[in-house]
């Protein structure tokens, strides 16, 4: 069974950090585009971060400087590096997989920016 399990949200001050972890079983992980998505309340899903099987990056202009994705393909974890955080950033996070025909995603975790 496929199973992607996000971990490291939670609430956070507004220019603070969190680290956010997708760990991918049941896939031949090295090979899948992941990418991390979030929905904010009232809001589309919107793509944050995408990273390549080959390490190539891409980001939403909202979060380029502040947010950086990662992938360790021994451990089948990528990871969502959050910087600078403000209320904005608000949204449940989404772990997604994809190749070619084969498209998952994860339960979600939450970030909550508030003082």
Not at 56 to 76: A, H
Not at 83 to 89: F, G, H, K, Q, V
Request: glycine letters at 12%; a neutral charge; charged letters at 15%.
């Amino acid at each position: 069974q496929v199973q992607l399990v996000e971990s490291g949200g939670g609430l956070v001050q507004p220019g603070g950090s969190l680290r956010l972890s997708c760990a991918a079983s049941g896939i031949i992980f090295k090979i899948y585009t992941m990418g991390w998505y979030r929905q904010a309340p009232g809001k589309e899903r919107e793509l944050v971060a995408v990273i390549s099987s080959g390490g190539s990056t891409n980001y939403v202009d909202s979060v380029k400087g502040r947010f950086t994705i990662s992938r360790d393909n021994v451990k089948n974890t990528v990871y969502l590096q959050t910087n600078s955080l403000t209320p904005e950033d608000t949204a449940d996070y989404y772990c997604n997989a994809h190749w070619g025909i084969a498209n998952y995603w994860g339960q979600g975790t939450q970030v909550t920016v508030s003082s």
